[in-house]
Nanobody, 125 residues
Framework: QVQLVESGGGLVQAGGSLRLSCAASGRPFSHYAVGWFRQAPGKEREFVAAITWNDVTTYYLDSAKGRFTISRDNAKNTVYLQMNSLKPEDTAVYYC??????????????????WGQGTQVTVSS
């Protein structure tokens, strides 16, 4: 089993930046893709970004491209989401998740089997 803990959320003004971290424990996740998802009040959870197990490929929500950057440090069992030029519509609880199968990746939430508890990101206008 792998346990995930997100951190780095908070309140920021529009145009500001935050860096989210997702620390894994329990077993290494170096062979697994990791994704970030978010859920705003009254809305469904949506994909934000993902990074393959070997750090070769990254995927982004269209509205996040050019503003967000996902990265990983397998030696530290940690994945990051750098978020720049934040907008009020980015306000949500952000979750990191580990894909259920090694060496595979996806933008689909149900394929991710281990989830963190989430961290709140609030962007004021």
């Amino acid at each position: 089993q792998v346990q995930l803990v997100e951190s780095g959320g908070g309140l920021v003004q529009a145009g500001g930046s935050l860096r989210l971290s997702c620390a894994a424990s329990g077993r290494p996740f170096s062979h697994y893709a990791v994704g970030w998802f978010r859920q705003a009040p009254g809305k469904e959870r949506e994909f934000v970004a993902a990074i393959t197990w070997n750090d070769v490929t990254t995927y982004y929500l269209d509205s996040a491209k050019g503003r967000f950057t996902i990265s990983r440090d397998n030696a530290k069992n940690t994945v990051y989401l750098q978020m720049n030029s934040l907008k009020p519509e980015d306000t949500a609880v952000y979750y990191c998740a580990v894909h259920g199968s090694p060496y595979r990746d996806s933008r689909t939430a149900y394929e991710y089997t281990h989830w963190g508890q989430g961290t709140q990101v609030t962007v004021s206008s």
